[in-house]
């Protein structure tokens, strides 16, 4: 006579792991709802106190205030969002040019660093070691207050090629001042750039078709030219007239009038991040098998070539991610412009902040704001990342 055996009991659901897992996010999620909801109600009660309540209807105010660099128009009488957008563009303007020259200088920087020339090696090395153990506040402070204020007076100032004016007041260079022509011209600009976005997929099919590698930036650029080109010789009057700045009283007029804290800012943003990003690029370029440069080498390949077609595009895959980071960094430090009296978004927000009262609106706005910068720099360097990194087939 056969025997079955026992049935296994089932496992109380309270010693069930799957159900203490599930128990305990949701605990943890409870916890932080919870902490939210005192946070928000603190902030509510304290403010109906004061006879206030949260909104952004006071954002369509006048602003009444004036403001220095202006990319676009506005005035006094021009609202709290139309000031909030001047900020918020000398910021992005900022943060622009200071990614593109940090990540130039940067890319110089790590190559020095790894010279073989000791001159070059060891200026690298304390340019480095002196900017990433430095604090950027006092940098900023020092870098403004030290050499841009330092500069001649108007009468004083350093002229070069009569033509580009050095002084306290700022940096005036030659600038083309746009005519009636100028926007028949921008067709011809968008035109052109049309025209070189089709040369660059064109050519980026028949790379994958053929497995040759054109080149393809070269082309696309070449294409935008010359129709820029076509559009400047066929208009009958010139869409750009050139403006050279001159001493106006106390004051710098025409051309294009570089501010103090402008230029104090972005290059001191520039020198700052560019340490960074050098060792950044250092740790990449090293990261590469001796293989590889040896193998470029023994192919004939001199020490540029070896470096532009072999060494960065494997070393790519490691510099790209921690790149992001500092272009990140950058962007959110460009928020120390208050400490030099720059107009950046913070800048701003502050001021509509002491005459609304309404702080927390605004300080939840540029929140929002530097958040949306991250995240769109995170996807665009996550999706460039995910198209040069290596395939395995």
Same mark, same amino acid.
């Given at each position: 006579?056969?025997?079955?055996?026992?049935?296994?009991?089932?496992?109380?659901?309270?010693?069930?792991?799957?159900?203490?897992?599930?128990?305990?996010?949701?605990?943890?999620?409870?916890?932080?709802?919870?902490?939210?909801?005192?946070?928000?109600?603190?902030?509510?009660?304290?403010?109906?106190?004061?006879?206030?309540?949260?909104?952004?209807?006071?954002?369509?105010?006048?602003?009444?205030?004036?403001?220095?660099?202006?990319?676009?128009? /506005?005035?006094?009488?021009?609202?709290?969002?139309?000031?909030?957008?001047?900020?918020?563009?000398?910021?992005?303007?900022?943060?622009?040019?200071?990614?593109?020259?940090?990540?130039?200088?940067?890319?110089?920087? %790590?190559?020095?660093?790894?010279?073989?020339?000791?001159?070059?090696?060891?200026?690298?090395?304390? /340019?480095?070691?002196?900017?990433?153990?430095?604090?950027?506040?006092?940098?900023?402070?020092?870098?403004?207050?030290?050499?841009?204020?330092?500069?001649?007076?108007?009468?004083?100032?350093?002229?070069?090629?009569?033509?580009?004016?050095?002084?306290?007041?700022?940096?005036?260079?030659?600038?083309?001042?746009?005519?009636?022509?100028?926007?028949?011209?921008?067709?011809?600009?968008?035109?052109?750039?049309?025209?070189?976005?089709?040369?660059?997929?064109?050519?980026?099919?028949?790379?994958?078709?053929? %497995?040759?590698?054109?080149?393809?930036?070269?082309?696309?650029?070449?294409?935008?030219?010359?129709?820029?080109?076509?559009?400047?010789?066929?208009?009958?009057?010139?869409?750009?007239?050139?403006?050279?700045?001159?001493?106006? $009283?106390?004051?710098?007029?025409?051309?294009?009038?570089?501010?103090?804290?402008?230029?104090?800012?972005?290059? %001191?943003?520039?020198?700052?991040?560019?340490?960074?990003?050098?060792?950044?690029?250092?740790?990449?370029?090293?990261?590469?098998?001796?293989?590889?440069?040896?193998?470029?080498?023994?192919? $004939?390949?001199?020490?540029?070539?070896?470096?532009?077609?072999?060494?960065?595009?494997?070393?790519?895959?490691?510099?790209?991610?921690?790149?992001?980071?500092?272009?990140?960094?950058?962007?959110?430090?460009?928020?120390?412009?208050?400490?030099?009296?720059?107009?950046?978004?913070?800048?701003?927000?502050?001021?509509?902040?002491?005459?609304?009262?309404?702080?927390?609106?605004?300080?939840?706005?540029?929140?929002?704001?530097?958040?949306?910068?991250?995240?769109?720099?995170?996807?665009?360097?996550?999706? /460039?990342?995910?198209?040069?990194?290596?395939?395995?087939?």
């Amino acid at each position: 006579m056969q025997h079955t055996p026992a049935t296994k009991r089932a496992t109380p659901f309270w010693r069930d792991e799957r159900f203490l897992q599930l128990l305990g996010q949701a605990l943890f999620l409870i916890a932080v709802f919870g902490f939210a909801w005192i946070i928000i109600n603190n902030m509510r009660t304290g403010l109906q106190k004061q006879g206030m309540t949260l909104g952004f209807s006071f954002i369509s105010g006048i602003a009444g205030f004036d403001i220095a660099e202006l990319p676009i128009v /506005y005035s006094r009488s021009s609202t709290y969002l139309q000031a909030y957008t001047v900020g918020l563009l000398n910021t992005l303007i900022v943060s622009g040019i200071g990614i593109f020259f940090s990540t130039i200088l940067g890319v110089i920087l %790590g190559v020095a660093r790894l010279s073989k020339n000791f001159l070059i090696n060891r200026l690298a090395a304390l /340019y480095l070691e002196l900017m990433r153990n430095m604090s950027l506040l006092v940098f900023l402070i020092f870098w403004y207050q030290g050499l841009f204020l330092k500069l001649p007076k108007i009468k004083e100032a350093i002229i070069w090629f009569d033509s580009v004016y050095w002084t306290n007041r700022g940096i005036g260079i030659p600038w083309g001042i746009p005519t009636a022509s100028y926007p028949t011209f921008q067709l011809f600009l968008l035109s052109g750039i049309f025209l070189a976005l089709i040369v660059f997929f064109s050519l980026q099919a028949y790379a994958k078709r053929t %497995g040759r590698a054109p080149l393809t930036s070269l082309w696309s650029a070449l294409a935008f030219t010359v129709v820029a080109i076509v559009g400047w010789l066929v208009l009958p009057l010139k869409p750009l007239e050139l403006s050279i700045p001159f001493a106006n $009283g106390l004051n710098l007029s025409g051309g294009k009038i570089f501010s103090p804290e402008f230029m104090a800012l972005t290059s %001191g943003l520039v020198l700052y991040t560019a340490a960074f990003i050098g060792e950044v690029v250092r740790s990449g370029i090293l990261a590469v098998s001796n293989g590889q440069v040896e193998a470029a080498r023994a192919l $004939g390949l001199n020490r540029f070539q070896t470096l532009r077609l072999v060494v960065f595009p494997q070393a790519l895959r490691v510099i790209v991610p921690p790149l992001t980071s500092q272009y990140l960094n950058l962007t959110k430090n460009s928020s120390l412009a208050v400490a030099i009296g720059y107009p950046d978004m913070f800048y701003v927000s502050n001021t509509i902040i002491n005459q609304s009262g309404r702080a927390v609106e605004m300080i939840a706005v540029v929140m929002l704001t530097y958040l949306t910068f991250s995240l769109i720099t995170s996807l665009f360097m996550n999706w /460039y990342n995910a198209k040069i990194k290596l395939v395995e087939r």
